[in-house]
T-cell receptor, first 113, second 114 residues
Framework: GEDVEQSLFLSVREGDSSVINCTYT??????LYWYKQEPGAGLQLLTY?????DMKQDQRLTVLLNKKDKHLSLRIADTQTGDSAIYFC?????????????FGKGTKLSVIP | DADVTQTPRNRITKTGKRIMLECSQT?????MYWYRQDPGLGLQLIYY???????NKGEISDGYSVSRQAQAKFSLSLESAIPNQTALYFC?????????????FGPGTRLLVL
């Protein structure tokens, strides 16, 4: 079945860069996403990347996609305490054109002041 | 005002009770979803609906039912609650015209089944 894997925890110091990694299985996914969940809140779309792109940059966020290895990463530059949250990788699937999202288990990012 | 609202935000119930969680949206989206979130397990899809007359089971629908009362309302029912249904429940919406299928989440309902 479809599966999205990511490490559960990451701890970084304020001002450093954070890199959250994800592997996915559905090579037909059209879009891949990063959602952010702050404490006590629902998920919010942070950024996404179209499957024919290798990289997308949006201010402090850089998304890298390696389709050959089915690996997605999210880099947060100059990490701030406000970036502390759970980050979910997600892909559309199963199957091309699918509207369903398959989420990873989430990576809890802790930022040390 | 929040675009996707869920009521109640917190609920404690006993085993065997029937409960309903409600979701309303003002985004005008046609698609709505119910997920549950368990610590360390991510989100699992329970049910989804593409319009008022379309209801589909997700990966973990057993023990749950849904009702799409209107385009803006999608409720989730636990017919006979059991302790392993203790979880955080999220409603989400999306717009069929959005090619990237962004989903917009409500704030969640925390359910405890004793």
């Amino acid at each position: 079945g479809e599966d999205v894997e990511q490490s559960l925890f990451l701890s970084v110091r304020e001002g450093d860069s954070s890199v959250i990694n994800c592997t996915y299985t559905d090579s037909s996914s059209t879009y891949l996403y990063w959602y952010k969940q702050e404490p006590g809140a629902g998920l919010q779309l942070l950024t996404y990347i179209f499957s024919n792109m290798d990289m997308k940059q949006d201010q402090r966020l850089t998304v890298l996609l390696n389709k050959k290895d089915k690996h997605l990463s999210l880099r947060i530059a100059d990490t701030q305490t406000g970036d502390s949250a759970i980050y979910f990788c997600a892909e559309t699937g199963p199957g091309a054109g699918s509207y369903q999202l398959t989420f990873g288990k989430g990576t809890k990012l802790s930022v040390i002041p | 005002d929040a675009d996707v609202t869920q009521t109640p935000r917190n609920r404690i119930t006993k085993t065997g009770k029937r409960i309903m969680l409600e979701c309303s949206q003002t985004k005008g989206h046609d698609r709505m979803y119910w997920y549950r979130q368990d610590p360390g397990l991510g989100l699992q899809l329970i049910y989804y609906s593409f319009d008022v007359k379309d209801i589909n089971k997700g990966e973990i629908s057993d023990g749950y039912s849904v009702s799409r009362q209107a385009q803006a309302k999608f409720s989730l029912s636990l017919e006979s609650a059991i302790p392993n249904q203790t979880a955080l429940y999220f409603c989400a919406t999306s717009d069929a015209r959005d090619r990237k299928e962004t989903q917009y989440f409500g704030p969640g309902t925390r359910l405890l089944v004793l």
